[in-house]
Nanobody, 121 residues
Framework: QVQLVESGGGLVLTGGSLRLSCAAS??????MGWFRQAPGKEREFVAG????????YYADSVKGRFTISRDNTKNTVFLQMNSLKPEDTAVYSC????????????????WGQGTQVTVSS
C-alpha cells in the first residue's frame, strides 16, 4: 500500500506560479502522474514522470508552462506551474502506478487526496 500526500496548492493571480508536491510512502519507485479536475468537468491527465525521472509527459494544455520532476531520495514528485491561467483552476491529484506513465486515470493504483489550485483573474 502506498500513501500519497499532496501539498502546495493555493490561490494565485493569473500569470503567477505554484509548486505542488506529492510525497509518497514506501521504497518502491512508481511511475507518477498529476491529474486535475475542475468543477463540472472530468478528471484529466496533466503530467507524468517515469520511475527514475528520465521520461516526462505533458498534456498539450500545459506544455511549456508546467514542469514535472522528482527527487527519489525524498520519495517526492513536484509539479512546477508557471504562467497560470484561470482555466488551470482545479483540484490537482497525484497518482502512482508501476512501470510506465499512462494518461488513463483508471490505470493508476494509488491516489492522493488532492490539493486545490485557484487562479484568479
Amino acid at each position: 500500500q502506498v500513501q500519497l500526500v499532496e501539498s502546495g496548492g493555493g490561490l494565485v493571480l493569473t500569470g503567477g506560479s505554484l509548486r505542488l508536491s506529492c510525497a509518497a510512502s514506501g521504497r518502491t519507485l512508481y511511475a507518477m502522474g498529476w491529474f486535475r479536475q475542475a468543477p463540472g468537468k472530468e478528471r484529466e491527465f496533466v503530467a507524468g514522470i517515469s520511475p527514475r525521472g528520465s521520461l516526462t509527459y505533458y498534456a498539450d494544455s500545459v506544455k511549456g508552462r508546467f514542469t514535472i520532476s522528482r527527487d527519489n531520495t525524498k520519495n517526492t514528485v513536484f509539479l512546477q506551474m508557471n504562467s497560470l491561467k484561470p482555466e488551470d483552476t482545479a483540484v490537482y491529484s497525484c497518482a502512482a502506478r508501476l512501470l510506465v506513465v499512462v494518461t488513463d486515470m483508471g490505470a493508476y493504483d494509488y491516489w492522493g487526496q488532492g490539493t486545490q489550485v485557484t487562479v484568479s483573474s
